[in-house]
């Protein structure tokens, strides 16, 4: 599954676990991937792991910051309805 946020990014799906998801986020103008998103369990959230060697613009930080949000809110909502 891929999540194009716009033409500079995208957020593909590579592994889903039995309760939280992996997905990589890929540069679409050089189609390298920047980093991952995971789920971290100490702090019990998705978080976004960054490729060593690679700068983030503000624009860039935020797509990646409202894409988390959006997968921290749908786990929330999964998990209170168990």
């Known amino acids: 599954m891929k999540f194009d946020v716009d033409k500079d990014l995208r957020f593909e799906l590579i592994n889903e676990k039995r309760k939280t998801q992996v997905y990589s986020v890929v540069n679409m103008k050089q189609l390298t991937c920047i980093g991952i998103i995971k789920w971290h ?3 019990r959230h998705y978080c976004f792991f960054p ?3 690679t700068v983030y613009s503000d624009r860039c930080l935020l797509k990646i910051g409202n894409f988390l949000e959006v997968l921290n809110k749908n786990h929330k909502i999964k998990n209170e309805r168990k």
Do not use: A, D, G, L
């Open 51 to 53: 490729e060593e060697e």
């Open 41 to 43: 369990p100490s702090w």
